[in-house]
């Protein structure tokens, strides 16, 4: 994502959060105590704004197969859960037959990303 402060330019990368079968690109961007460009996303960036952004990497990723039956152990911690998500999300809904074990750390409850989702999804978590 690029960000266009005082006439100078932030580059800043962000992982695509939503699943292959969720119909919307979607980020989740973390607030970093004096973090230029977070903090512009999640303080003043609103609906309807226009942001440039390059194209996706697509560098971490899984291939799909829904006659694939398999066992995927994801690890992430800290906003590192964004790709892990949408991994998660894809191989949930497009392999009906495999299932998948998230390990998750965060600092406190407070700060952990998409907890409510997770806890919504019939996750247990602890
Ligand atoms: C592959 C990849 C994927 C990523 N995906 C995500 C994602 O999905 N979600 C997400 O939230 N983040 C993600 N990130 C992190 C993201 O790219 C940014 O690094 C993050 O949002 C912080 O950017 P910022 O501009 O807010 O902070 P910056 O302004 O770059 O500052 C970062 C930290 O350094 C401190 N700092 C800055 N300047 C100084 C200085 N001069 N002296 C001392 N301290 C200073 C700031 O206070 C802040 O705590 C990803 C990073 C990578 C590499």
């Avoid at 309807?48 to 194209?55: L, P, R, Y």
């Avoid at 990497?57 to 992430?76: M, N, Q």
């Avoid at 999300?89 to 989702?117: M, N, W």
Wanted: aromatic fraction near 6%; include cysteine; glycine fraction near 10%.
């Amino acid at each position: 994502m690029r960000a266009v402060f005082d006439g100078a330019q932030a580059l800043r990368v962000y992982s695509i959060c939503s699943g292959i079968v969720d119909g919307k690109l979607r980020i989740a961007v973390k607030q970093q105590p004096g973090g230029k460009v977070s903090t512009w996303i999640n303080t003043r960036l609103r609906a309807g704004d226009q942001v440039e952004v390059s194209g996706p990497r697509g560098r971490f990723t899984t291939d799909l197969d829904p006659s694939r039956s398999r066992h995927v152990l994801a690890v992430a911690a800290g906003s590192g859960i964004t790709p892990v998500m949408s991994i998660v999300k894809s191989v949930l809904a497009v392999e009906p037959h495999s299932r998948c074990t998230l390990f998750y750390g965060s600092r406190d409850s407070a700060s952990t990303i998409f907890r409510s989702q997770l806890a919504t999804s019939g996750v247990h978590l602890r």
